[in-house]
């Protein structure tokens, strides 16, 4: 479902408490709730928190360009591991990449905060996504820095391998000045590395935003990237395109490729195309109101990308598409095909204190969105997953406190490259499943890690959930799960909860990213999880943490 650039607005406009400086620092009294703008038309990345660190004043510079490595944790043979190491401040927004040439060696990135106070009482904060890199399989996690040459900020991590062990990552770059209130629109960025994670190369530029927040303009939003052979690799993303005032035109999804290892990117091209089952944004049939792109490799060499695209304005539900894409250019081939119908329209969730969909006794942010997967095995044989609240109670009040929602992880398949797909089937449990994130491992069998809320009878608390598919093409599914302790986004968390809109759930977060990814061979997972504690500037709760666990 897109949002118009208006409605954005007037959202940023009640949560914006802040301005990032252009030196990279925004500057706060500790004692007030920081919100970031929000930077993507529905979802984003780059969100701001109520933070205080008490180690004091830090030059900005050492933030934008630090030392490598920056930090790393001690070894641990725990079942879940912490791969964060820098600062007292969130993480969240994750992405995790299996080196085929090396499995021992893991690299994650995520939405990484620096915070820090200084002696007169401000919060300066800058967001800079690292690298999130392992050497013993998962034990042993070490921070690594991206220069990002001027960019102010960064949001919206992805990390990918090619066959040579070349890492990518791609991000979103930002530019913020007090001059203009806010926000210049994004660039596309990606860096690569050569030796697993260690050192990155300086951004490439994929493409550039144009205009500013509330200005005609390009907003680029939501990249992702997947990496094949040796130094292939594709990102997509959506561009928005507003107008007078910042006012919605459309958003199509575009794709770029690089075949020497990250250093040139192909021209941009549009690939959401056109059929009879979009709405065009401007009238006819263009699939141009769409958002939320993730690109897989097929075992048939091309490239599958699914995308959210508004399917009816009467209800604002959105349907799943895949279009397939040419390895060498970029360009679309074949599709849009219709995946399936999404239950993710205007009454479908409650809303947040923001407006954002959410779920019962809640206030962080979520959506429907999941990814598609290749079978490594059998060309053509793909997969799109996706929650939604079909199997809720709907219509869904607005209150999350009056609601009580049971979200569900969706998939569909097809066996000829898109062309034809399954109905779609859910994984029924109870509570909220949400933010899935599907792979298929070396067998050919499906798996999807999730957030999952089943573990908790009240519907509040979280452990992180994987399905296995129980044979191959079954859309049948096992479940274990990942995390050894639950996280409460409910109530008493230290970041993004500076409003208390219930008193029986005080300091609800509203933000623990909109994504969370598992890796390739799907046994590896990195999430967005609360179970640490932290106490800033008097008021304590639980934190935002990267954390990391495998299954066989």
Not at 8 to 34: C, E, H, P
Request: aromatic share 12%.
């Amino acid at each position: 479902m897109i949002k118009t650039r208006s409605y954005i607005v007037a959202s940023i406009m009640l949560v914006l408490v802040i301005l990032l400086a252009g030196t990279g620092a925004s500057s706060v009294q500790a004692d007030d709730d920081v919100v970031l703008p929000v930077t993507h038309q529905l979802f984003n990345g780059l969100v701001g928190p109520i933070t205080q660190d008490g180690d004091g004043f830090v030059p900005f510079g050492n933030y934008r360009n630090p030392s490598s490595p920056i930090c790393s944790n001690p070894t641990s043979n725990a079942a879940n591991v912490n791969t964060d190491c820098e600062g007292n401040a969130p993480h969240n927004e994750t992405s995790i990449a299996v080196n085929p040439t090396n499995p021992q060696n893991i690299v994650g990135s995520a939405n990484d905060y620096q915070l820090t106070l200084t002696p007169g009482g401000y919060v300066q904060e800058t967001i800079y996504s690292r690298a999130h890199v392992t050497f013993d399989g998962g034990k042993t996690w070490t921070m690594y820095p991206i220069h990002y040459k001027n960019y102010t900020s960064t949001g919206d991590p992805a990390v990918a391998f090619d066959a040579d062990g070349t890492a990518y990552l791609a991000t979103l770059g930002f530019l913020w000045s007090q001059a203009n209130f806010c926000c210049i629109n994004p660039d596309v960025l990606v860096t690569h590395s050569t030796d697993g994670g260690q050192n990155w190369s300086k951004p490439s530029r994929v493409v550039s935003g144009s205009g500013s927040f509330g200005s005609v303009g390009l907003f680029n939003d939501k990249e992702y990237i997947a990496a094949w052979g040796h130094g292939n690799a594709i990102v997509t993303w959506t561009e928005f395109n507003d107008g007078i005032g910042g006012s919605y035109i459309s958003s199509p999804i575009f794709s770029s490729v690089t075949h020497d290892g990250g250093n040139i990117w192909s021209k941009p091209v549009e690939i959401s195309g056109s059929a009879a089952f979009c709405i065009g944004a401007q009238g006819g049939t263009a699939c141009n109101q769409s958002q939320a792109s993730v690109p897989v490799v097929g075992a048939d060499g091309f490239i599958y990308v699914a995308f959210l695209n508004t399917a009816d304005l009467n209800t604002g539900r959105d349907q799943y598409l895949v279009v397939k894409v040419d390895p060498n250019t970029g360009a679309r081939v074949a599709g849009p095909f219709k995946a399936g119908d999404v239950t993710d329209g205007f009454t479908d969730y409650p809303r947040n204190i923001d407006g954002s969909q959410t779920y019962q006794d809640s206030q962080f942010r979520s959506w429907a969105a999941g990814n598609i997967a290749a079978d490594p095995i059998t060309p053509g044989h793909i997969a799109v997953i996706w929650s939604d609240m079909r199997n809720s109670t709907l219509p869904a009040p607005t209150d999350p406190y009056a609601a009580a929602t049971n979200s569900d992880i969706i998939v569909s398949q097809s066996m000829d490259g898109g062309a034809h797909w399954s109905a779609p089937v859910a994984i029924a449990a109870a509570g909220d499943q949400f933010q899935p994130w599907g792979a298929y491992d070396e067998s050919g069998k499906l798996r999807i890690g999730y957030f999952d809320r089943k573990y908790d009878p009240a519907n509040h608390m979280y452990g992180y959930t994987l399905a296995t598919e129980s044979s191959w093409g079954s859309l049948t599914f096992g479940t274990a799960q990942m995390t050894t302790q639950l996280s409460d986004p409910t109530k008493n968390t230290r970041w993004f909860s500076g409003r208390t809109p219930n008193a029986a759930f005080p300091h609800p977060t509203t933000f623990l990213g909109d994504y969370s990814g598992i890796s390739l061979e799907g046994t590896a997972a990195l999430w967005t999880d609360l179970r640490l504690t932290t106490t800033f500037a008097g008021r304590s709760g639980t934190t935002e943490d990267a954390f990391y666990a495998s299954m066989p």
